[in-house]
């Protein structure tokens, strides 16, 4: 079964000139500091569902990114047979090869079909609740199921529409919308159940490594949402020991949104600290999602100060590169995933990966202003 691995994702760096300051290396493979995500705000409007995401995945790996992350349920599915179909077309073209590239997808939401089903709520009783992968009482506002028959029902689903033979990193997606309902105690527990199912699959070859990606789960002030990584790395411990496959965490970090590295939401042997500094003692990789927050960082320039620092040799040419190029610079993050359609566009963010990344000391100077 193909699946990416170090020498190829290293030999696919080495293809670019720059890929010394651009590509880091995680738990045996080497990955761009950028990554392509496919989400896409307001599902429910009919034009999310032209295929329009191919080209923007086939651009993106000719750049130099290999890491591509989506999801079941975005744009119902259809953004995961878009990035198949670019894969197949650069695969058969012979401009990459499926070791190259690190594929990611996440269950947890309700996918439903595309064409949106005439009446969602019979869909969900006849493909979950008579199938026997959930009950009504596991499904959370209709849309959110955490059972472990429904998660691998969704984990092969994701693979029959990417059109590959298994993933590189499959997420438990959104946990946190479950534990006000489940409670603590209840929560933990079903993520044992989860991450058991998980491991099994992982023995079977759908995916070589699992994580879980949040939205603010990890860095709520709300308890009801917040999720403790140290817990969940000791429930991998408790189902798998040691030599675990949980190794990664996705949660969104922007310039609008820097919870992660600035508050002390985690704590690790009883200390408050970040959650990158959480899972750096625990031994997890962080992707963060979200890196333009939607377009919504750009509703007035950035200062002057900040392009200095993010850029002094005045080569970005925008306020989007600016932004990129901070998260791409922030330390503890293994890489970081915007979402762009427009080829043109994705060259243009691209261009980031020309520029050194902002030393600690300096980048530590943005929060300051």
């Avoid at 411990?237 to 040691?242: E, Q, S, W």
Wanted: charged share 25%; net charge negative; aromatic share 12%.
């Amino acid at each position: 079964m193909s699946h990416a691995t170090l020498e190829d994702t290293y030999n696919f760096a080495k293809k670019f000139s720059h890929y010394k300051d651009f590509y880091t290396k995680s738990n045996g493979l080497i990955f761009s500091k950028l990554g392509l995500g496919t989400f896409n705000k307001e599902p429910y409007k009919e034009e999310n569902y032209v295929f329009h995401y191919i080209e923007g995945v086939k651009e993106a790996v000719r750049q130099g990114i290999n890491l591509i992350d989506t999801a079941s349920n975005y744009r119902y599915g259809q953004s995961e047979k878009e990035i198949g179909e670019a894969l197949g077309e650069l695969f058969e073209a012979g401009e990459a090869k499926r070791e190259e590239l690190i594929i990611c997808s996440k269950g947890g939401f309700i996918q439903l079909d595309y064409p949106f089903p005439e009446n969602p709520y019979t869909w969900i009783e006849e493909n979950l609740i008579k199938t026997g992968f959930a009950t009504k009482e596991d499904i959370e506002l209709d849309q959110h199921c955490m059972t472990p028959d429904f998660v691998e029902w969704s984990c092969k689903r994701s693979i029959e529409n990417l059109g590959v033979d298994n993933l590189d990193i499959y997420y438990l997606h959104n946990p946190e919308m479950q534990l006000m309902r489940l409670g603590e105690k209840a929560f933990y527990k079903q993520i044992e159940k989860i991450f058991t199912r998980f491991e099994k699959l992982a023995d079977e070859g759908l995916f070589h490594s699992y994580g879980v990606a949040v939205w603010n789960g990890f860095t709520s002030e709300n308890s009801n949402e917040l999720i403790s990584l140290e817990k969940l790395v000791e429930c991998a411990i408790k189902v798998a020991g040691m030599n675990h496959r949980f190794k990664y965490i996705q949660l969104p970090f922007n310039m609008g949104k820097t919870a992660a590295y600035t508050n002390e939401t985690q704590k690790v042997d009883g200390m408050p600290c970040s959650v990158i500094n959480a899972a750096h003692n625990l031994g997890i990789g962080v992707i963060s999602s979200s890196a333009l927050l939607q377009m919504n960082l750009f509703k007035k320039s950035f200062t002057a100060e900040t392009g200095v620092i993010l850029d002094d040799s005045m080569t970005l040419k925008n306020d989007i590169q600016l932004a990129l190029q901070f998260v791409r610079s922030t330390p503890g993050l293994i890489s970081s995933l915007f979402g762009s359609k427009v080829p043109v566009h994705v060259r243009e963010n691209c261009e980031i990966s020309k520029v050194k990344a902002v030393k600690r000391s300096k980048y530590d100077l943005l929060y300051r202003l």
